[in-house]
């Protein structure tokens, strides 16, 4: 057995569909059948350009909206059955989620002190307020604040700060997952390694899984053990993060990091970038057959009749494209 075929799946998601309707008759395909999984304990990044399905993934895991199709799995129970206001009131215990704008997630009207203990008081976690206050001086230490913050308002903070009053206000009921949706894309670059720094030592501390959405591959190198690449609503690649920047298997992945920047300058201007033709199609009238195929720059006929499933190439490298399928990889000179 392989070191990843005994860990705990904390998370598994199973052929995911979330439409939206727009207009009368059209129909948004956001996420249409995904599939993967999140262990227990590790950071799976989550990327792909904007619209492509990733933080609507993250919301239906979550259940702030149900799903059309498919199910999600938090340890072995489908967050989506019917639940007594009991398990859901647990399962929101479990599952946290750290907004993308630390400006418009925190109420301006709310001192810091109550929009921590929100989940406090929902959950009953203090018994006086004596402990509501402790539990809050505490959190806000923890995310690299001070009690003198308690009593302000957001408004009186930087956009860092903020986002750490947000990761307070996920910790607060001790949960065991956490989706970060895009959480270090409003901030100054300059703040952004300080805010992944601090949420890789709370997982350490606290064992912690995190589910970290971004837009650009090279935000999630660092913090992610394994990355998912989306496009278009469809899963199109996953594998342990080296292996997955070593060695992109899916020509989108590729496109996506020949274009980050290289320190080396003499290697910057030696290497390829792969430029992609077009925009991304609507999702509401996705092209046939493998949605990439009108920006691919190895599509072949095969590619416009016949949708690539997600299978695995090499050992935990998972890939949706037919230049590694047996039936179809003859179609190409490779
Ligand atoms: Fe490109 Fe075809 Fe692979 Fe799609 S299936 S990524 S169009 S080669």
Redesign the pocket.
Known sequence: MTETAEREKLIEVKNLKKYFKVGKKAILKAVDDVSFHIYRGETFGLVGESGCGKSTTGRTIIRLYEATDGEVLFEGKNVHAKMSRKELKEFNKKMQMIFQDPYASLNPRMTVKDIIAEGIDIHGLAKSKKERDEKVYELLETVGLNKEHANRFPHEFSGGQRQRIGIARALAVDPDFIIADEPISALDVSIQAQVVNLLQKLQKERGLTYLFIAHDLSMVKHISDRVGVMYLGNM?EVAESDELYDNPL???TEALLSAIPVPDPNYERSRERIILKGDVPSPVNPPS?????TR?????D??AQVA?KLREAREGHWV????YDDEYKHA?NK
């Open positions: 199109v899916h020509p989108y057959g493998c949605r990439f195929r691919c720059p190895l599509a072949t095969i590619c690539p949706a494209c037919h230049l190409f």
